[in-house]
């Protein structure tokens, strides 16, 4: 018995130790800076200029899903806040209106990049990287080189700056669609039936998975959060340039594939990005707050790409591992056709 709650404890907090690690490092900076990191400043900083990493993250979690990659996002980043600025500053179109252009747009994208992987059988990472490039040129066209600037209305801008009992709304807007999303990949057919894409796409079409469908899916999910990225950073920087956007590519490939090593070790989840995401942006905060350089940024971030895609590869060859372990266990002995009946009593 004692043994059996050991490896049920040892299970928990290997599947919780990224949220543990996070705690902790949370606790060491607030004990070294105990004036300037454990404050609501520093809890708001992070929920609002992360919320655009998390969204993209989850995007790129509900691609990888399906064993896809999108390394457009970034560059749709680039177009769509710039258009967003744009719409409003040089075409006088309402807010509303705005928003509706951006987030279709962010959708057909999605669209385009699954008709390429899926219709004309292009390589994910080849087929999102074109995509991405040209819209990127489209942001610099669209921009002239130049920075958007201008009167933004109040609704518009409400998207960073309204707070709700000390929280950005686009942090709450963040968790609903985690929530949402957590509710279609642990209860519904659907999440069920990406994962099972994900491990073996010819397995999925003779069990009558309809595999387009679904990933083309995956990939209009991902521009859509996308688009609320856009939107997001429109609001917070209020200022459209088409050379932002790259730099979120990698912290949102980060936060899918560590978010895979915890809750669910071995494939990707909601919380698990979210941990992840919160984790980068616990230590960044940290060390920028230390008085590290500019550069400490991508220096964390490309570390920890590598150190998350070798960590998701361990965790997924643990967890096929222990599935083909706990089938073995079950599988019921025959008996012995030598051994003596048993006897029959009266």
């Known amino acids: 018995m004692a043994e059996r709650k050991s490896h049920v404890l040892f299970r928990l907090m290997s599947n919780q130790a990224l949220l543990l690690l996070t705690v902790l490092l949370a606790l060491l900076f607030s004990v070294i800076m105990p004036r300037t990191f454990p404050t609501l400043l520093t809890v708001q900083s992070i929920l609002s200029d992360k919320a655009i990493v998390a969204f993209l993250a989850l995007a790129e979690m509900a691609v990888i899903s399906c064993a896809q990659f999108d390394l457009s996002i970034g560059f749709n ?19 509303p209106v705005v928003f509706a252009i951006v987030l279709a747009l962010g959708v057909f994208m999605g669209v385009v990049n699954g008709l390429l992987v899926r219709v004309a059988k292009i390589d994910s990472f080849i087929a999102t990287l074109g995509v991405g490039t040209f819209n990127y040129g489209l942001a610099g066209w669209y921009t002239g080189g130049q920075q958007l600037i201008g009167n933004l209305p109040a609704g518009f801008t409400a998207l ?31 999440g069920r039936y990406l994962y099972v894409i994900g491990a073996n796409e010819r397995t999925a079409e003779l069990t009558g998975i309809r595999v387009n469908r679904y990933v083309i899916g995956t990939f ?19 200022v459209g340039q088409s050379n932002v956007g790259q730099e979120f590519l990698l912290p949102a490939f980060v936060g899918a594939l560590l978010g895979a090593t915890t809750v669910k070790p071995g494939r ?45 590869g361990w965790a997924s060859r643990r967890r096929l591992r222990a599935s083909r372990d706990s ?18 009593t009266t």
């Open 327 to 344: 089938r073995a266990a079950a599988r019921v002995i025959p008996p012995d056709p030598a051994a003596a009946p048993p006897t029959k």
């Open 160 to 190: 960073d700056q309204i707070r709700v009992f000390g929280v950005p709304f686009s942090a709450l807007l963040l968790l609903a669609i985690a929530v949402v999303m957590w509710i279609v990949f642990e209860f519904l057919p659907i």
């Open 77 to 95: 980043v680039s177009l769509l806040h710039s258009l967003a600025i744009g719409l409003i500053v040089n075409d006088n179109l309402p807010w």
């Open 220 to 238: 209009m999910v991902s521009g859509l959060l996308t688009a609320v990225a856009s939107l997001a950073l429109a609001a917070r920087i209020q």
């Open 268 to 312: 990707v989840n909601v919380w698990g990005t979210l941990v992840a995401v919160l984790i980068l942006a616990v230590g960044i905060s940290g060390i920028e707050q230390l008085g590290g350089e500019f550069y400490v940024e991508s220096l964390f971030n490309g570390g920890a790409l590598v150190v998350a895609v070798g960590m998701a």
